[in-house]
Every structure is written in C-alpha cells, then in structure tokens.
C-alpha cells in the first residue's frame, strides 16, 4: 500500500500545509451499539471531515490492550484492539480516508509496554529469560529501598518490585506499564519493524508518545531537587528529570527513525509529543532536517489565553527553531483540558479567536475532535470515572475523562455517538447546539467558521507557508502578517482594539457579518472579536 495523498502546496512536504485532526476512537462514533466508539464509526464519519478539509487524521492507540490506562499500555504493537475492530477495518479505513485524501497517523507507544505484553511476561520470569534486558531492572539498594529517587508521573515511587526475581524494574507512568530499556540495540530493531509494518500499511506517520523520556540515564543516577525556577511538574514531584528524561540519547533514536520515515517514496512524518521548555524543543528538530518533522509545543498548549504571554511564546519558537523546522500548534487533546474550556472559560467570542488563531499560525495546527464544534470539557462523576489518574486522585484531581467525553454528532439521546439502550463509555454532554448536525446548518456556527478558516487556508499560501512576522499592536491584541499579504489580529481583552497604519480588507472575522469588510487606515475590533485580512 501507500500512504494516502491528500492537498500540499507545491513543493512543499504534505504535513507543512496539512490541517492534522485527533481522533480519540473510543469516544468518536460508535458503528454497533456497544457504547464505544470504534474504527467504523471512524470510516463512517470521513465524509464529514472531508467536508471539513482535513488533510490528515491522527488515531490514539488502537493498539491491543487491557486498558490500564486506555490503550497506552500496549501489549501487541502489530494488532488492533478488539474493541475498536479488525486489521481488516483498519485497512478500509486507511483505504477511504485516501480516496477523499485524508492521510492516516497513528500513536505509538515506545517508552513502556503493557505488564501484559509477551517481551515483560518472559522478561520478569527470570533473570536469565531472553528479553530480560528488554526493561529496566535494578537490585534493591542496601537496605532495601528502591534504586533511586525517580517518581512516577502517576505519583510514588517509578519503581515496583518483583517477587520472582527479587529486582526493581522501572516505570515512569502506571505500575502496569513497564518502560523498556532503550539501550538494547534488540528493542530498537524490535521497533524499526514496528514502525515498518504499520508504514507498509499506509500509515502516513506517528505521533510518538512522550518521545523525550524513552532513553534513561545508564548509571540510573538520582534526579537533583527542584529549584525554585523549575515548572509546575518539577515542583509538583520535588525534582528535575535530569536522568529519566531528555536524555541526548533519545537523539540517536530519533534521527535513526528520521531515517527509516524518508526511505518510502512518499515520506511518512514523525510528530512528538515533547512537554519541554522552547529551548529544548528545537533540539527535538536535530539540524532541522534529521529529527521530528514536528513537535508539539507545551509551553503555547498550556500557557494563558493572553496576548502577551502567546506572543512571547511563538516568538521565542521562531527565534529558537533551527532553519527548516516547521512549528506544530494545538489547543486540546486526550491529556489537556479543550481550549474552549481552558483559553476561552466557556465565552463563545474567545473560542472562536483561539481557531482562528491555531488555524493562522506559521505551522500545521492539528485540531482535537470537537473543537471544530467549540465543545467544552464535561465533568464526569466519580462512579463514572475511567482514568487511572482520576480514580487515584479524587476528589483532589478528576483525570482526564472530561475531555475525553464522546463527541456530538446530533442533539437527542445517544447524540448520534451512540444507538445504545445503555450508557456509553464515558458519559455524553449536552448536546444542544453544540452538535455537528445543528452547527453545520447555521452559516454562523463555530463548525462554519471552522471550514471556512480551513478553506481560506488552503487557498491561500500565505497561510500555509508564509513566514511569521510580529505587527506592533495595542495592550491587550496580538497581530502578525504571515507572508507580506495578510494580517491576522486578535483583540484579546475585554475592550474595543483599533489597529492603526494598516489598509485592506477582512477575508474572515469571527463576526461573520464583518467578512469582505475594507478598513483605510485603521481595523477596529470589539472585545474578544478576531480577523484575518488582505492588507495592501
């Protein structure tokens, strides 16, 4: 097979002017009334994000798994959860999405398997079994206590220890999910076949989970205390990852699978997912040309939705990103809270100006299903609670259910997600017009302003590949020209906004009303509005 063709602007890799798509399978569309969302129901939805103009469609785990923590446990890499369907699905569903030129990427888990997986079975059965150094393993210290400081990002200790050896092994997330042990040069070739195998499939490229922690450091040495200028995690956990996290080893890893992504005819992409610093962000890019093709970028994902704070971010991406590099921008996904709940506090003019915004950016946004439609989290009762994290830490944390509630295709029961006489998975939010069906007949809808930005995009190439440059704005707005011919503004405050010493006209607002609108002199927006316009 080969990877699906979808719109690119010439000359150009697919994925830099490509809008990229989360799909989180268990809660997009569920074909047979069991309540979760599944492959078909994918296969039976691409017509809508055709209508949309998705160029490409990434998948978290469809991979088999117990589901310890929803599918990033792996325990078969080569195989589709049953719950969500058959190889053969897959294959129809990367065969459709290529028909209306929508690419298929998929997530891969390389840091950890399940407990369950056949390598950590035979691997903790003996300390002579064949895949014992396919994990981490460690003797207890003298006196019994665990190896060294490193904690789990699920809380406690990172280490468990086995009965039937006697050692350690290592985990930087759940106990049931062991990390392997990248310096085995088997478990690196375990994964070029992986990647291979899902390649010769079609798949367009991966979404590498936490790719910046896979390789440990050797000695297993103790992680420093946290400084007063660390981040929240840091502080949060007590300590720096200087040893069980960005390890300039995890380099070599990713240039060999840079590699391995440009020997098919049409290259497959390798997107990150790197919750660093900006600074070390560019490094997750090699010389520009050897490492990821993009990478997600936390500090703009997590920052506040204020003029300033983003600016200074994108700006500090461009100013750090080596040449050749290509910014990757998103506002929600299955980990963080949806942009229309965490930027925009529910206030519809503030979501619609953070698509505008994603949609605008030098880069490839990828959008996170619903947030097309504004869809904002739904908090999930605690005997309704799925995730690990929200289990472990309520009342004090809820997890990540809420955003990871099913999407609304219609308003009613089952919300069109769903035919199920019983509850689905996660629970459904109110459909009310935050539905597709009702928001697609609503030329003023947040799902119009959507297709019509990702329309704009694609015919104009300025927006696909135009470079960023920063247009002096009054406090409180944010405005920058992509190209020499278009401008994007937002007035990101709660009082009107007037952009002086600029000429043209808006192509879109997020007041539709004032869309083919000319200004002389002077772009003048009411509080929370946004524009992009053709200035002469």
């Keep these: 097979m080969t990877a699906a063709a979808g ?115 035979d691997s903790r059965s003996s300390v002579t079994a064949p895949k014992r150094d396919w994990y981490v393993w460690s003797d207890p210290k003298a006196d019994g206590s665990v190896p060294n400081n490193w904690v789990s990002s699920f809380g406690g200790p990172a280490w468990t220890l086995d009965g039937t050896t006697g050692q350690f092994y290592l985990h930087n997330h759940l106990s049931e999910q062991p990390d392997l042990n990248w310096w085995n040069e088997e478990v690196r070739n375990e994964f070029d076949a992986i990647l291979r195998f899902w390649f010769d499939r079609g798949v367009a490229g991966f979404r590498i989970d936490v790719c910046n922690i896979i390789v440990k450091d050797a000695r297993l040495r103790d992680n420093p205390p946290a400084t007063p200028d660390d981040d929240f995690e840091a502080q949060l956990f007590g300590q720096r990852p200087v040893y069980n996290g960005n390890r300039p080893e995890v380099h070599d890893v990713l240039r060999r699978w840079r590699l391995l992504a440009e020997s098919y005819d049409t290259p497959r992409a390798l997107i990150g997912e790197t919750p660093v610093k900006v600074e070390e962000l560019a490094k997750y890019y090699g010389d520009g040309s050897d490492e990821l093709h993009l990478a997600f970028n936390f500090p703009f994902l997590t920052a506040p939705f204020d003029a300033t704070t983003m600016r200074r971010v994108v700006e500090d991406t461009e100013a750090h990103l080596p040449p050749g590099a290509w910014p990757a921008w998103t506002g929600s996904n299955h980990d963080m809270s949806r942009f229309s709940s965490r930027w925009a506090e529910g206030d519809p003019a503030k979501a619609r100006a953070a698509l505008l915004m994603l949609l605008c950016l030098r880069g490839t946004p990828v959008l996170y299903q619903g947030d097309e439609i504004g869809l904002e989290d739904f908090p999930v009762s605690q005997a309704d609670l799925r995730d690990p994290l929200g289990v472990r830490y309520w009342p004090a944390y809820a997890g990540r259910d809420a955003m990871r509630t099913p999407l609304p295709w219609r308003h009613g029961p089952g919300g069109g997600f769903t035919t199920a006489d019983t509850r689905p998975w996660l629970p459904l939010g109110p459909t009310g017009r935050c539905n597709v069906e009702t928001q697609r007949s609503d030329p003023w809808s947040m799902l119009m302003l959507a297709r019509d930005l990702i329309a704009l995009r694609r015919q104009t190439p300025e927006l696909q590949t135009g470079r960023y440059v920063t247009v002096t704005a009054p406090e409180g707005a944010w405005a920058w020209r992509r190209g020499e011919r278009v401008l994007v503004v937002l007035n990101m405050s709660d009082d009107e906004s007037t952009l002086t010493g600029t000429t043209g006209h808006i192509h879109i607002a997020t007041d539709r009303e004032r869309d083919g609108e000319s200004f002389d002199g002077a772009l003048t927006l009411r509080a929370w509005e946004a524009a992009i316009a053709e200035i002469r």
Excluded: C
């Design 7 to 121: 719109g690119s602007a010439p000359g150009q890799p697919w994925w830099k002017s490509a809008v990229l798509y989360q799909i989180y399978p268990r809660s997009f569309a569920d074909s047979n009334a069991d309540g979760v969302g599944d492959l078909q129901g994918v296969i039976d939805r691409l017509d809508h994000l055709e209508w949309l103009g998705i160029d490409g469609i990434w998948l978290s785990p469809i991979t088999v798994s117990p589901n310890a923590d929803w599918g990033y446990d792996v325990a078969d890499y080569r195989g589709v959860q049953p719950d969500l369907g058959t190889m053969e699905t897959f294959d129809r569903l990367v065969a459709g999405a290529g028909q209306r030129g929508i690419r298929v990427l998929l997530d891969i888990v390389p840091n950890h398997t399940s407990e369950q997986h056949p390598w950590f079975v």
